[in-house]
């Protein structure tokens, strides 16, 4: 019976899909349940590899939200809707892993009107797919259709909202009254509205959702690490804020400062630069700095007026073209050097260009070296240099 199912719902959602989302394939299933007899004890595990086309290890992790099911149906017409909506056994695959208790929907009560709304909003059911498909909680909730009025007013357009919604689609399940629009409301009044909401980023539905007894604190703390609000840079602040919490965050200014010798000041310079550094964990600031000071012997203050180089990958980038520039400086081959600042920020391509392809005569390993230790991989060549 099982694998009755996972034939009938694997050929349809690989064929193009009709106009009613669930009526070709219900009959399908119901005929199928009238020529079988039903199976004494529904395997949820084996159905989401079978029929779901879920890894193992996936189907094992999203089994033990589903072990109160005790038989496909509702799953079965859960499957048939997403097939009739569009989407590919990939897309059902990805939704289905990602929300597991997708497959619990009611689909008339839910998932149907759902989809009407998010259409009567002038949403395409492509699109609607493609919010499926993201495997979040949200496309199981009413709110979203109510909801989504409000932010195309905010955000402009469903592809800026889009671009949210792919990083953080529980946006539309957030309450409107209580949390969203007294957030959007504080903000316009410190004359942030325009910081946040002008420009769509990843950082916007983190302070958009964020608790609005709290924004408040958000904000201080923010100015607190010297980045005025009429800067650009304030929005990322204010999510490295959002992410440490408020009362963390002093503690990992103190880190900063004794990792990398920074003043007060030079910190400052630090957060409205590169605000990202502050989310970043302990272990990271540590290696950088190790890199940085001790390895490469740069200036602290330096280091803090050119800060967009610690937000560099250390193994893929930073290291590899440090090893580089000293096996050339060792062997001779390249008379004089711009700073390593210029030479981490140049592109891959430049790089490559200027102080590899140069030598493939004198150094004909370097291409070589340099791809290995992109990947972590350090030759003796480079190490002894």
């Known amino acids: 019976?099982?694998?009755?199912?996972?034939?009938?719902?694997?050929?349809?959602?690989?064929?193009?899909?009709?106009?009613?989302?669930?009526?070709?394939?219900?009959?399908?299933?119901?005929a199928a349940a009238?020529?079988?007899?039903?199976?004494?004890?529904?395997?949820?595990?084996?159905?989401l590899v079978d029929t779901c086309g879920l890894t193992r290890p996936q189907a094992l992790k999203a089994s033990a939200k589903l072990s109160h099911l005790?038989?496909?149906?509702?799953?079965?017409?859960?499957?048939?809707?997403?097939?009739g909506l569009g989407l590919s056994s990939a897309d059902v695959a990805a939704a289905v892993a990602g929300d597991p208790q997708l497959l619990c929907a009611d689909v008339d009560k839910t998932l149907t009107p759902v989809?009407?709304?998010?259409?009567?909003?002038?949403?395409?059911?492509?699109?609607?797919?493609?919010?499926?498909?993201?495997?979040?909680?949200?496309?199981?909730?009413?709110?979203?259709?109510?909801?989504?009025?409000?932010?195309?007013?905010?955000?402009?357009?469903?592809e800026n909202l889009q671009q949210l919604l792919k990083q953080s689609p529980e946006l539309l399940g957030c309450s409107l009254e209580k949390v969203v629009k007294p957030n959007v409301a504080f903000l316009r009044e410190c004359g942030l509205g325009d910081c946040i909401l002008s420009k769509v980023h990843l950082s916007t539905p983190r302070i958009l959702s964020t608790?609005?007894?709290?924004?408040?604190a958000m904000v201080a703390c923010a100015e607190g690490l010297g980045v005025p609000r009429?800067?650009?840079?304030?929005r990322h602040v204010l999510y490295a804020v959002a992410i440490v919490g408020e009362d963390k965050i002093n503690a990992k200014v103190d880190y900063l400062k004794r990792t990398f010798r920074w003043s007060d000041a030079e910190v400052g310079i630090v957060a409205c630069k590169t605000p990202q550094l502050l989310s970043r964990s302990k272990d990271t600031l540590q290696r950088l700095s190790e890199f940085f000071i001790s390895e490469v012997g740069l200036e602290p203050a330096d280091i803090a007026h050119r800060s967009?180089?610690?937000?560099?990958?250390?193994?893929?980038?930073?290291?590899?073209?440090?090893?580089?520039?000293?096996f050339l400086k060792k062997n001779g081959l390249v008379k004089s050097f711009p700073s390593y600042y210029?030479?981490?920020?140049?592109?891959?391509?430049?790089?490559?260009?200027?102080?590899?392809?140069?030598?493939?005569?004198?150094?004909?390993?370097l291409y070589e070296d340099y791809v290995a230790a992109c990947k972590g991989e350090v030759s003796t060549r480079f190490l002894s240099a």
């Not at 989504?148 to 402009?156: A, I, R």
């Open 70 to 83: 005790k038989s496909p149906s509702k799953p079965d017409a859960v499957l048939a809707f997403l097939a």
């Open 34 to 47: 009238a020529a079988a007899d039903p199976s004494p004890a529904f395997a949820v595990e084996q159905y």
């Open 1 to 30: 019976m099982l694998r009755l199912r996972s034939c009938i719902l694997t050929r349809l959602l690989s064929s193009p899909s009709s106009t009613s989302p669930i009526s070709p394939l219900h009959r399908l299933l119901s």
């Open 308 to 326: 967009v180089a610690l937000t560099y990958s250390l193994e893929s980038r930073l290291k590899p073209r440090y090893y580089t520039v000293k």
């Open 230 to 234: 009429g800067s650009p840079m304030f």
């Open 211 to 216: 608790n609005p007894e709290r924004l408040p």
């Open 342 to 365: 210029t030479i981490f920020h140049m592109t891959d391509k430049v790089f490559v260009e200027r102080y590899i392809c140069p030598h493939k005569e004198a150094a004909p390993h």
């Open 115 to 158: 989809v009407a709304g998010l259409t009567a909003h002038g949403i395409s059911r492509t699109e609607v797919a493609r919010l499926v498909s993201l495997g979040r909680i949200i496309f199981r909730c009413r709110s979203i259709v109510s909801n989504l009025p409000y932010y195309l007013s905010l955000f402009g357009s469903y």
